[in-house]
């Protein structure tokens, strides 16, 4: 009998429309509307894709975002002119290799910083919040891109405000591009912004006036702060129409506090798709998964085949149910006491709709091979400790909070370490990620129930543990180790940081300081 690892290897070799093997879906969900076209990003304005070339100047600023309805919201953007285009938010789009020099002006009325989330930086290139400036100051970037192609994104980490700063919109895609990324993109005819589409998804609370509410209360900012309004490309309900071909979706989960169960789904039942990438860029080759977590921070790098379906079918990227785990003992009924927004983290919704224009296709066949994952070598690795947990009413890592001066964690450069991050029982899911360097799962042990039930990829590993990550998110119980290899070429000790991305939790100090020795 084939084991589902030689299952899933072959399923990767044929084409998709032989896996088409669809589950039942056990979980109603919400679906009304979705007649607001989704927002996808054009070649200026907000969101437009941007190829930077020459020095870039952004500056970080108040502005209104038009929304559905007519309704407009106060926003903060990145706003930039670039070949006499004027961009709020671009989405950068860089090879690998690439020198870029960036300017970040703060127009706001309190400190920011903007940092390169995923990039292998120095830390005075990384955007560190210890580097936050204050209004009217400027901070300079000038570093090369020497990631692996994949889905990056850039945010404000203003130190104290990063959570309500990136609520109200400091956060945008950095799409960095290599050979892989060209094979593939020919391989399967994509286009960026036609078939293969950023989607950030966020949660927002909207007053009536339609504008965004950032208010957490004492038990949400240490919690974490739920919108019931669930946006992609800032729209809510939306639709997009496809053809009956593959689209790739690169699925950033840009909330501050709620983690998505990604499905797609058909009428009530599951319709699968395939994995191609994680936070630090293309899987070795595509792997067929139904259901993956999505935790704040985290990216998701899919291919969807439509071209089974035919003219008239629906089809919807859904959150699916499941249990947050952010009650243990005492934290439950002090939920339960204070209650919190109507759309709990866990509760099903469906996020968009895919509406299909146009009759079956031919099927496309994909790749059997993406790119190459180079495993770390983890011999004589040192093991490192992290423990996560709750005193005080404040979220610990191996017992501080962040303070800005304390290097709790000091690595030596040029090796590896293993680090075994411990969730306590009584505690909630924490997104954990680091700086400056992507890092491998290793494994994961002690899982809940419904991470061991898509727990298909060796020592407890689920599909999104696969390849190179920067925020892993680590449930109450649970311990996962993650090999990270501290090799760059950068003079001197460099700084980062290492947090948790509910950034309601980063911002109450869910953080600490690390220092890699030169
Ligand atoms: Cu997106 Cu310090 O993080
Ligand atoms: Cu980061
Ligand atoms: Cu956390």
Same mark, same amino acid.
């Given at each position: 009998?084939?084991?589902?690892?030689?299952?899933?290897?072959?399923?990767?070799?044929?084409?998709?429309?032989?896996?088409?093997?669809?589950?039942?879906?056990?979980?109603?969900?919400?679906?009304? *509307?979705?007649?607001?076209?989704?927002?996808?990003?054009?070649?200026? !304005?907000?969101?437009?894709?941007?190829?930077?070339?020459?020095?870039?100047?952004?500056?970080?600023?108040?502005?209104?975002?038009?929304?559905?309805?007519?309704?407009?919201?106060?926003?903060?953007?990145?706003?930039?002119?670039?070949?006499?285009?004027?961009?709020?938010?671009?989405?950068?789009?860089?090879?690998?290799?690439?020198?870029?020099?960036?300017?970040?002006?703060?127009?706001?009325?309190? !400190?920011?910083?903007?940092?390169?989330?995923?990039?292998?930086?120095?830390?005075?290139?990384?955007?560190?919040?210890?580097?936050?400036?204050?209004?009217?100051?400027?901070?300079?970037?000038?570093?090369?891109?020497?990631?692996?192609?994949?889905?990056?994104?850039?945010?404000?980490?203003?130190?104290?405000?990063?959570?309500?700063?990136?609520?109200?919109?400091?956060?945008?895609?950095?799409?960095?591009?290599?050979?892989?990324?060209?094979?593939?993109?020919?391989?399967?005819?994509?286009?960026? !912004?036609?078939?293969?589409?950023?989607?950030?998804?966020?949660?927002?609370?909207?007053?009536?006036?339609?504008?965004?509410?950032?208010?957490?209360?004492?038990?949400?900012?240490?919690?974490?702060?739920?919108?019931?309004?669930?946006?992609?490309?800032?729209?809510?309900?939306?639709?997009?129409?496809?053809?009956?071909?593959?689209?790739?979706?690169?699925?950033?989960?840009?909330?501050?506090?709620?983690?998505?169960?990604?499905?797609?789904?058909?009428?009530?039942?599951?319709?699968?798709?395939?994995?191609?990438?994680?936070?630090? !860029?293309?899987?070795?080759?595509?792997?067929?998964?139904?259901?993956?977590?999505?935790?704040?921070?985290?990216?998701?790098?899919?291919?969807?085949?439509?071209?089974?379906?035919?003219?008239?079918?629906?089809?919807?990227?859904?959150?699916?149910?499941?249990?947050?785990?952010?009650?243990?003992?005492?934290?439950? *009924?002090?939920?339960?006491?204070?209650?919190?927004?109507?759309?709990?983290?866990?509760?099903?919704? =469906?996020?968009?709709?895919?509406?299909?224009?146009?009759?079956?296709?031919?099927?496309?066949?994909?790749?059997?091979?993406?790119?190459?994952?180079?495993?770390?070598?983890?011999?004589?690795?040192?093991?490192?400790?992290?423990?996560?947990?709750?005193?005080?009413?404040?979220?610990?890592?191996?017992?501080?909070?962040?303070?800005?001066?304390?290097?709790?964690?000091?690595?030596?450069? =040029?090796?590896?370490?293993?680090?075994?991050?411990?969730?306590?029982?009584?505690?909630?899911?924490?997104?954990?990620?680091?700086?400056?360097?992507?890092?491998?799962?290793?494994?994961?042990?002690?899982?809940?129930?419904?991470?061991?039930?898509?727990?298909?990829?060796?020592?407890?590993?689920?599909?999104?543990?696969?390849?190179?990550?920067?925020?892993?998110?680590?449930?109450?119980?649970?311990?996962?180790?993650?090999?990270?290899?501290?090799?760059?070429?950068?003079? *001197?000790?460099?700084?980062?940081?290492?947090?948790?991305?509910?950034?309601?939790?980063?911002?109450?100090?869910?953080?600490? =300081?690390?220092?890699?020795?030169?």
């Amino acid at each position: 009998m084939l084991n589902r690892r030689k299952f899933l290897a072959l399923a990767a070799a044929v084409p998709l429309t032989a896996v088409g093997a669809y589950a039942i879906l056990r979980t109603p969900a919400r679906a009304t *509307g979705f007649s607001s076209p989704l927002f996808i990003p054009g070649d200026g !304005g907000p969101f437009g894709v941007l190829i930077p070339q020459g020095k870039l100047a952004l500056v970080a600023e108040h502005g209104t975002f038009p929304l559905a309805g007519g309704k407009t919201t106060p926003f903060l953007w990145y706003r930039t002119q670039h070949q006499g285009k004027t961009y709020q938010n671009p989405i950068l789009n860089v090879k690998t290799g690439t020198q870029l020099s960036v300017t970040l002006d703060n127009a706001l009325d309190e !400190g920011t910083i903007l940092h390169w989330h995923g990039l292998h930086l120095p830390g005075k290139m990384d955007g560190n919040p210890r580097d936050t400036i204050g209004p009217g100051v400027q901070y300079h970037y000038d570093f090369t891109v020497n990631n692996r192609s994949g889905t990056y994104w850039y945010h404000t980490h203003a130190h104290g405000h990063t959570a309500k700063q990136a609520y109200f919109g400091l956060a945008s895609f950095f799409i960095v591009e290599d050979e892989d990324e060209v094979a593939l993109r020919e391989a399967l005819d994509l286009q960026l !912004g036609v078939t293969d589409l950023p989607v950030v998804i966020q949660d927002k609370r909207l007053n009536q006036a339609g504008e965004f509410v950032y208010s957490p209360n004492p038990m949400e900012k240490m919690m974490g702060y739920l919108g019931d309004t669930i946006l992609a490309n800032l729209t809510p309900t939306p639709f997009t129409e496809i053809g009956a071909r593959i689209y790739r979706f690169r699925l950033l989960n840009g909330s501050t506090a709620r983690i998505y169960k990604i499905a797609f789904a058909k009428g009530e039942k599951l319709f699968p798709y395939h994995v191609i990438g994680n936070d630090g !860029g293309l899987l070795d080759k595509p792997y067929s998964a139904s259901e993956v977590f999505l935790a704040p921070g985290e990216r998701l790098d899919i291919l969807l085949d439509a071209s089974t379906l035919s003219k008239g079918d629906e089809v919807y990227l859904r959150s699916l149910a499941f249990d947050s785990l952010e009650g243990g003992g005492m934290m439950g *009924g002090m939920m339960g006491v204070m209650g919190s927004a109507s759309l709990a983290n866990g509760d099903a919704f =469906n996020i968009m709709k895919l509406a299909v224009t146009q009759p079956s296709g031919a099927a496309q066949r994909l790749p059997a091979r993406l790119s190459k994952v180079n495993p770390i070598k983890t011999a004589g690795a040192a093991v490192r400790a992290i423990n996560l947990e709750m005193a005080q009413m404040r979220w610990l890592i191996n017992g501080n909070t962040y303070q800005m001066d304390a290097f709790p964690i000091e690595v030596k450069r =040029n090796t590896v370490e293993i680090w075994e991050i411990h969730n306590a029982g009584h505690s909630m899911p924490h997104p954990m990620h680091i700086h400056g360097f992507q890092f491998q799962v290793q494994s994961r042990q002690n899982s809940p129930a419904q991470v061991r039930a898509l727990a298909s990829h060796g020592n407890g590993r689920t599909v999104s543990d696969l390849g190179w990550k920067d925020t892993v998110l680590v449930w109450p119980g649970e311990t996962v180790r993650i090999a990270i290899d501290f090799s760059h070429d950068f003079g *001197g000790d460099q700084t980062y940081v290492f947090h948790c991305h509910n950034l309601e939790h980063e911002d109450g100090g869910m953080m600490v =300081n690390l220092r890699v020795r030169a």
